[in-house]
């Protein structure tokens, strides 16, 4: 008995003794690491933290200080994998779960960057990576309510606002998305399309002085004006009042589109910014496209009537309705036609 304790002694030594080489390369390679890590010599430092994983496969500060050089020599890919490979061998380790929320977040994969962020007591954004994965998946109640959290830790932080915006926005709220669009655009003027879509929700309020004035802020900041762009700011500048402008803007989308509903709503809104003859001058261009634009007639016959000539204009008007029956429908001649034809 005493013979075979004797040997089992002998063989426990000589395995400690064969693992012990192991255990001090792995921890020679992981320190050499770390100096090549601290002069900023990344990869160097890669390469060590990998062979000191080579000598201990469950090497978690290895994994972790291979993952941050990866990061600092822009290879998220690796780091990504490493860190992956940490949170297996540690997951409670906090470093680690906040590392990967965030990569999780980047990497657009939403419904990992909530569990981890769920996970991660210690991480400041994780309200703001919960509501804006929320809203990438269009769970617009869900984002509301982290977003809302995330701002109220947070007030100045202009995507976190930026996203709630949008996040009303796609719900069809734009009361709401107003306050926080306005927030957005100011904390970040630079963003030239938050300032475009700023004025978009105030267009669909019917707010147009308020829509020009955040066109123009667009403009201002370096917005590359499109046709849609050019269209809507043409419309704010028409239903704001500032009829010339607004005027010669639409009429450079016309001679680009040559839709002639262009100018059919030309002669509607000049109409009812009691621009009558100008309004008229484009019911004459319907009607010199198509004489039996009915819709332009009885849009003329209107226009003749606010200038005082009622008898023509009602007779341009009973004629309009010989053309297009449909027209018997609308308000009276002498009525107003404020939501136009």
Known sequence: ???????????????????????????????????????????????????????????????????????EMRKTDQAKANYVKAY?????????????????????????????????????????????????????ALAEKFLLKAIAKSPNDAEANYTLARNYMDADLNRKAVTYFEKAASLSPDKSN???????????LNNFKAAVVAFDNALKN????????????????????EVEKGEAKILEIFKKKGNKEILRELATILYNQKQYERSLDYCQKLIEVDPKDGKALYQAGLAFI????????????????????????KKSAVGDMSGGL
């Open 1 to 71: 008995m005493k013979n075979i304790l004797t040997l089992l002694a002998i063989c426990l030594a000589t395995k400690a003794m064969a693992n012990s080489p192991l255990i001090d390369s792995s921890q020679y390679y992981f320190n050499k690491g770390m100096e090549e890590k601290n002069a900023k010599r990344y990869l160097i430092a890669s390469q060590m933290f990998e062979k000191a994983i080579v000598f201990n496969k469950n090497y978690t500060e290895a994994y972790i200080g291979n993952a941050e050089v990866n990061n």
């Open 88 to 140: 297996e061998l540690q997951p409670s380790n906090m470093i680690v779960i906040k590392e990967l929320t965030n990569m999780y977040y980047n990497y657009r994969q939403w419904d990992k960057a909530i569990e981890f962020a769920n996970k991660c007591a210690n991480c400041d954004n994780a309200d703001r990576i919960i509501g804006m994965s929320h809203y990438k998946k269009e769970d617009y």
């Open 194 to 204: 938050w300032a475009y879509e700023l004025g978009l929700v105030y267009f669909d």
């Open 222 to 241: 370096g917005f590359t004006p499109n046709n849609d762009f050019n269209e809507n700011y043409g419309y704010a500048l028409l239903y704001s009042g």
């Open 306 to 329: 606010k200038l005082g000539k009622k008898d023509k204009g009602q007779s341009m008007c009973d004629k309009a309705i010989e053309l297009d029956p449909t027209l018997a429908g």
